[in-house]
């Protein structure tokens, strides 16, 4: 069966930097498209950046636009986010969601979940 496991998260301080992985297993990897969504206690899941199959383009939220990139090496079936800047904003559970269309912003067109890491940023 289809499996996403993210790994990487943890606690850190204000401006400091955190790189998450998300491994893929049990599909084509390179037909799908990638993203990384967050959920802060009491908040809906939101947005943060999108990727495409190839990995040429990306779709970053503007609220971590200048701060995260996402990347993806088919060959290994993961995807990255790499944080960079961290805020105490950022605190959240990090999912990463695949897709056999398009990047959506919203998550109910993601057929397929990780389990999600907690990054905690502490001021």
């Known amino acids: 069966q289809v499996q996403l496991v993210e790994s990487g998260g943890g606690l850190v301080q204000t401006g400091d930097s955190l790189n998450l992985s998300c491994a893929a297993s049990?599909?084509?990897?390179?037909?799908?498209?990638m993203a990384w969504f967050r959920q802060a206690p009491g908040k809906e899941r939101e947005f943060v950046t999108g990727?495409?199959?190839?990995?040429?383009?990306?779709y970053p939220a503007d609220s971590v636009k200048a701060r995260f990139t996402i990347s993806r090496d088919n060959a290994k079936n993961t995807v990255y986010l790499q944080m960079n800047s961290l805020k105490s904003d950022d605190t959240a559970v990090y999912y990463c969601?695949?897709?056999?269309?398009?990047?959506?912003?919203?998550?109910?067109?993601?057929?397929?979940w990780g389990q999600g890491t907690q990054v905690t940023v502490s001021s």
């Open positions: 969601a695949a897709s056999a269309m398009r990047v959506w912003f919203t998550p109910d067109k993601y057929i397929y």
């Open positions: 049990g599909l084509i990897f390179s037909r799908y498209v």
């Open positions: 990727i495409g199959r190839s990995g040429g383009d990306t």
